[in-house]
DNA sequence: CGAGAGGTATACAGATCAGTATACCCATGA
DNA sequence: TCATGGGTATACTGATCTGTATACCTCTCG
């Protein structure tokens, strides 16, 4: 469930190697980056990063695992920064704005799945529960603002925050418009 | 522009490689299936997969072609069904539902944006031509149904379609509650 | 002092990758 | 009749893939 607090403690190799992981993972997809590009570009020898990690599946996980445990602690700063409980439903998409401002290849998490199908990979189940995460949150975040039916709302405001993430290198604007949109909805539930 | 017209007529063999990769290719990821599987899975030589289409990046394409082509088909005959003007606007939330039902790993499109980075990449060229004719298609069907500021509601569909695409596999109503929002905004925008 | 942990260096196995070479078969149509 | 296009069959190249084997170094801590 949490996604930080249990997280082994990296050795200076180890550390390397996640960095490097997420660099090429990300800007050149999980398929196409091989282990010895990783060892290279982390000044490592490949038998550490087997030694740190088993595997490259078992690489991969960690690497979205660091991602997430980043992703979430700014979504949260953004949720407990000074607001209303209204306010609060539609941080995540604060958050977004400046993550997706340093990111231009779409969401790691949706990227990852797209290249990795089997539900039993380890990747694989970092990334759907990042995703579940989300969307449980937002039907927390909409309970304690008192918005009505939760639930309707928490689903809406993940589509549009999933579209957003996906289509911010597509088109320009389209995470201010799912922003927008998203404070919309939050208003009229609690109003409503 | 037109994705249809100007396809180049498949032999027998370059249908079924093409069939092949279809459904390879989606399943399993672009950059996990290598030419040999689809060569076995056509029922064809190699050297007959080359010579029908150069490469494999040239196979990639083509393989995203033929499915754009299936899909705006689907998309103009939800389109110019019976209907008014309003509800042209939010029929390729129509077609998206029964186009979802049939492909459980999300878009075929954004899966292969993730895993083709390169932007000259022939496939990559495709996939994002493809959420451009969306968008601009949402743009023209506001306009005709008279609603208030275009642009603005089209950019808010288009993340909500793709919103819905990337998350149909994830969570079970976001499809639906993509459709039911994009109603809702489409009439207030026609009011309006 | 000595064991173990973290790491380096190099070489290798076995599979798979995209793509090519060579030679042949067969139907159609000029 | 014969050239051409579509296709088969098989073997190959050279690169790259994940993962392992062997041997050594160095620091820390009990």
Redesign the pocket.
Known sequence: MDSGSDAPPL?????RIVDAAEELFYERGI???????IAEHS??????????F??????VAAYLAERDRRWRSEVRAAVDADGSAEEAVTAPFEALRSWTSRYTRGCAFLNALAELPDPRHPGHRVAAEQKRWLLSLFEELATAAGCCEPPTLATRLFVLHEGAVATGPLAPGTVAAAADLARELVRAAVRG
């Open positions: 050795t200076p190799a180890g550390r398929t196409a980056v091989g282990v010895d590009l000044g490592v020898t490949k038998r550490t990063l087997y030694n740190r088993g595997s490259k599946d078992g690489l």
